[in-house]
Structure formats: structure tokens, C-alpha cells
């Protein structure tokens, strides 16, 4: 089994910050691309940011510049440092990972999600 537990989320005002952390555990030969995607009441589940195994990193528009997507391989764990805060951030953030198993399957998988307010 693989799981993939996220901490960091909470209410924060506009302009303020947080840091969103994602640990993936269990049978794991390797974890590949990581990402963060979130959605917002009514609306579809949108991505973040997603990152490679060897550190390339993609972004959407609307985080470019605020957002920044990291990863410790050792610890098959992607972090999420969300700054200059919107009240439009406000969501529940999915983590994301592509991972290949001990028994040589390859699978996505996809965290609980954690909540993001942003007050105005």
C-alpha cells in the first residue's frame, strides 16, 4: 500500500504565507512526478505546480511568481511555499505523486487534501 499524507494547511490573511508538506510512504520503489492541485467550491480541480524527479518544475499562471514547488527525494516528499497569499488561493490542496512500486506497478496517487483560507 502507498499513501501519501499532507500537513500545512490553514487560514492565513492576504499577503501572508504557508507551507504545504506531502510525505509519501509505503511499498515505494521510486516516486516520479510530484504535484500540488487544489479546488475551489464549484469548481474543478485545477493544478498547481508538479515537479520531476530531478527537479523541473511547472507552474500555473495564476502562482508564478508567489508559489514555489520543492522536493526532498530521500524522503519521497514534495513541499509547497505559497507567499503573497490571494483571497483567490482559497481551496483544498491535493497532493499528487506517480509512483513505482516494489512490485514494479506504476500508479498515481493522491493525498486527503488539506484546506487553504485566505482572509481578506
Known amino acids: 500500500q502507498v499513501q501519501l499524507v499532507e500537513s500545512g494547511g490553514g487560514l492565513v490573511q492576504v499577503g501572508g504565507s504557508l507551507r504545504l508538506s506531502c510525505a509519501a510512504s509505503?511499498?515505494?520503489?521510486?516516486?516520479?512526478?510530484m504535484g500540488w492541485y487544489r479546488q475551489a467550491p464549484g469548481k474543478q480541480r485545477e493544478v498547481v505546480a508538479t515537479?520531476?524527479?530531478?527537479?523541473?518544475?511547472y507552474y500555473a499562471d495564476s502562482v508564478k511568481g508567489r508559489f514555489t514547488i520543492s522536493r526532498d527525494n530521500a524522503k519521497n516528499t514534495v513541499y509547497l511555499q505559497m507567499n503573497s497569499l490571494k483571497t483567490e488561493d482559497t481551496a483544498v490542496y491535493f497532493c499528487?505523486?506517480?509512483?513505482?512500486?516494489?512490485?514494479?506497478?506504476?500508479?498515481?496517487?493522491w493525498g486527503q487534501g488539506t484546506q487553504v483560507t485566505v482572509s481578506s
Open positions: 509505503g511499498s515505494i520503489f521510486s516516486v516520479n512526478a
Open positions: 499528487n505523486a506517480r509512483i513505482l512500486k516494489t512490485s514494479l506497478s506504476v500508479s498515481d496517487y
Open positions: 515537479i520531476t524527479r530531478g527537479g523541473s518544475a
